[in-house]
């Protein structure tokens, strides 16, 4: 494989993206070799999914696009980022303001930091923000059965 491989998407701050997106990073990462329905892919589906439903829940229209990144460095570190062009960072609410939503970046934290990696917010030049997250890169040699087990 490649010292270094990247990927980008460009889609629609529209509720249909966050599908488009999660489809796009899974199966960008099976052609780099992360077969779907390993926990790992299922990890990232899971991130991909609140990244961009951030992206097209809290930009409240102000970005019309959001862009998603994947990079693979030498087959040790993949990088998965989602830029808006929404001014404002994300803010933790207090816990009576968040009923059923508002907890999508302590989910990403959480799972980020279990498999060792890194979550990242930081302003772009444009006005914009990423948020980014690092994981190690580590194929798996079994796939995850639905259960969530792997397969002898």
Same mark, same amino acid.
């Given at each position: 494989?490649? &010292?270094?491989?990247?990927?980008?998407? +460009?889609?629609?701050?529209?509720?249909?993206? #966050?599908?488009?997106?999660?489809?796009?990073?899974?199966?960008?990462?099976?052609?780099?070799?992360?077969?779907?329905? +390993?926990? *790992?892919?299922? +990890? *990232?589906?899971? =991130?991909?999914?609140?990244?961009? +439903?951030?992206? *097209?829940?809290?930009?409240?229209? /102000?970005?019309?696009?959001?862009? #998603?990144?994947?990079?693979?460095?030498?087959?040790?570190?993949?990088?998965?980022?989602?830029? &808006?062009?929404?001014?404002?960072?994300?803010?933790?609410?207090?816990?009576?303001?968040? /009923?059923?939503?508002?907890?999508?970046?302590?989910? =990403?934290?959480?799972?980020?930091?279990?498999?060792?990696?890194?979550?990242? =917010?930081?302003?772009?030049?444009?006005?914009?923000?990423? =948020?980014?997250?690092?994981?190690?890169?580590?194929?798996?040699?079994?796939?995850?059965?639905?259960?969530? /087990? /792997?397969?002898?």
């Amino acid at each position: 494989m490649a &010292d270094h491989l990247e990927a980008s998407v +460009t889609l629609p701050s529209d509720p249909a993206s #966050v599908s488009a997106a999660r489809a796009y990073v899974v199966g960008t990462l099976a052609e780099w070799g992360l077969p779907e329905g +390993t926990e *790992v892919s299922y +990890t *990232v589906r899971l =991130i991909i999914s609140e990244l961009a +439903t951030n992206a *097209v829940q809290h930009t409240f229209g /102000q970005s019309p696009t959001f862009t #998603v990144d994947v990079q693979l460095d030498r087959d040790e570190r993949l990088r998965i980022g989602v830029t &808006d062009s929404h001014p404002r960072l994300p803010r933790r609410l207090p816990a009576a303001v968040q /009923q059923d939503n508002g907890r999508g970046l302590v989910i =990403i934290r959480w799972l980020t930091a279990e498999c060792g990696g890194r979550l990242r =917010i930081r302003p772009t030049r444009e006005g914009g923000k990423t =948020i980014s997250i690092e994981l190690p890169w580590a194929v798996p040699v079994q796939p995850m059965t639905t259960a969530g /087990q /792997q397969e002898p």
